[in-house]
């Protein structure tokens, strides 16, 4: 069993399209998608369509889902992020809207000792960045394998027997075996608005059979995403980012 697992998109349907292509040519059987569909990019309601006809088998909100959808207003949102959400949100049919303010929140099962969050699995705004913090979730929940995101930062905290430790940011290309006496929490970094200084769109496929993870990176084309967000009315910011990955 191969799943695609897909974090952050933020309406950017050209690098949402790479990565499906990409992962398309590599295979996999299902799809887990980590929250965030939409903000900062200019695409909303075609990334949300995407993301929908993917049928995933697993699918979480997370918090910029929320403002888009109405469901939060974004008090806790600098200013860059809501001016986002509030075009984003004008930008998506009613049909869009009603799927988005219907996602659950994480965190989700992916199988059996498997779990899907978008910030960590006891709170869905947390950025998970650090060993200590990756150390007590190990410690107060019972999984093997967690996914989450929200970061935008390709990542792997890795429990053994005496230490937890941290990769960060991951390189494209990077393959995880995965232990058994281990345990994790992955993050497969974004789709659509990679912060790594590496501008391409970042995707991860579980392979359960190999008991491996593998960090994947595929450019995209950049430049139409830079025009969607412009031509939509979003801060010009937004646009330059995606050309740094930053
Ligand atoms: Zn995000």
């Known amino acids: 069993m191969r799943t695609l697992i897909l974090s952050d998109l933020h309406s950017n349907l050209e690098a949402t399209q790479s990565c499906l292509e990409a992962a398309r040519e590599l295979g996999y059987d299902r799809v887990a998608i980590l929250g965030d569909l939409v903000g900062y990019g200019g695409s909303p309601d075609e990334v949300v369509k995407v993301v929908q006809a993917l049928d995933p088998a697993v699918i979480i909100r997370g918090n910029h889902d929320r403002v888009v959808a109405g469901i939060e207003q974004g008090e806790d949102f600098n200013l860059l992020a809501l001016q986002a959400a509030l075009v984003n949100r004008r930008l998506l049919s009613a049909e869009s809207r009603d799927y988005l303010a219907n996602l659950p929140p994480g965190p989700r099962p992916l199988g059996e000792s498997c779990l899907v969050a978008h910030g960590t699995p006891l709170d869905e705004d947390e950025y998970l960045v650090d060993p200590d913090a990756a150390a007590l979730l190990f410690r107060g929940l019972d999984f093997f394998l967690c996914f989450f995101g929200h970061t935008h930062l390709p990542c792997v905290f890795r429990k053994t027997r005496e230490t937890v430790s941290g990769l960060l940011p991951v390189p494209g290309g990077t393959r995880i075996p995965l232990r058994d006496g281990e345990r994790y929490l992955i993050n497969p970094g974004s789709v659509g ?38 031509e939509a009315g979003l801060p010009p910011l937004l646009a330059q980012r995606l050309q740094r990955g930053i």
């Open 193 to 230: 608005q990679p912060r790594d200084e590496d501008p391409r769109a970042a995707f991860l496929i579980l392979d359960e059979t190999q008991r491996q993870v593998v960090f994947h990176r595929v450019s995209y084309p950049v430049p139409k995403a830079q025009l969607r967000i412009l």
